[in-house]
């Protein structure tokens, strides 16, 4: 299998990160994409995955996944044993809330901030900027923290007692969200314990 993406970037870093959970690192081949020089928006990637993001990943067979979720589904389920993505249906619905939960309340949110209310990466990519929404999804994000902050009051991870994918997409946020430069407010003691636990997992250097 094959692994189109970019070290350091949130998107990749879920991935990599559940590829390491599941300790299916060597099974991967990374293929690097400059997305700083806009190799993702050329035809020759475009044809890989129209939506031109990363991570995308190719499977032996020439069939092409993208969308993180969908990448940690089918990664998760390949040896019969999901740790990451649930078992029970009851398991599965709580894991896609969560993630979904932290997907657009702290990591979309960041991201949104990034690319309209900072240079983001740069005039050639970024053709279009709303300073004034990029603001505001700062202040969604950081409303997002303060959310995953009363979740964790109640419960060691995201989705209940075991660690997941919604773990893995808020860890992701967070990091972004400092990379940004927006701060966690003080006081979240519960989110930063998480975080703490959550970098001193192996998969957390994978990143």
Not at 128 to 149: C, F, S, T, V
Request: proline share 5%.
């Amino acid at each position: 299998m094959k692994i189109y993406d970019i070290k350091g970037f949130p998107n990749p870093a879920r991935v990599r990160m559940a590829l390491a959970e599941k300790g299916m690192m060597d099974r991967i081949t990374f293929v690097g994409v400059d997305v700083p020089g806009g190799e993702h928006r050329q035809p020759a990637f475009l044809a890989r995955n129209p939506s031109g993001t990363v991570p995308a990943l190719e499977l032996d067979d020439g069939t092409m996944i993208s969308e993180c979720t969908a990448i940690t589904e089918y990664l998760d389920h390949l040896d019969g044993n999901p740790t990451l993505t649930g078992n029970t249906a009851r398991e599965r619905a709580i894991i896609h809330m969560m993630q979904r939960r932290a997907e657009a309340g702290l990591l979309d949110a960041a991201t949104d901030y990034f690319h309209h209310a900072t240079p983001g990466l740069g005039p050639d990519l970024e053709s279009y900027q709303n300073k004034e929404w990029g603001e505001m999804r700062r202040e969604r994000a950081i409303a997002g923290m303060r959310y995953l902050d009363s979740v964790l009051a109640e419960r060691p991870y995201l989705a209940g007692d075991a660690f997941s994918m919604a773990d893995i997409t808020a860890f992701a946020g967070l990091n972004f969200a400092g990379f940004a430069k927006i701060e966690t407010p003080a006081g979240l003691s519960h989110l930063e314990a998480w975080r703490a636990r959550v970098a001193a997992r192996a998969s957390a250097a994978a990143v």
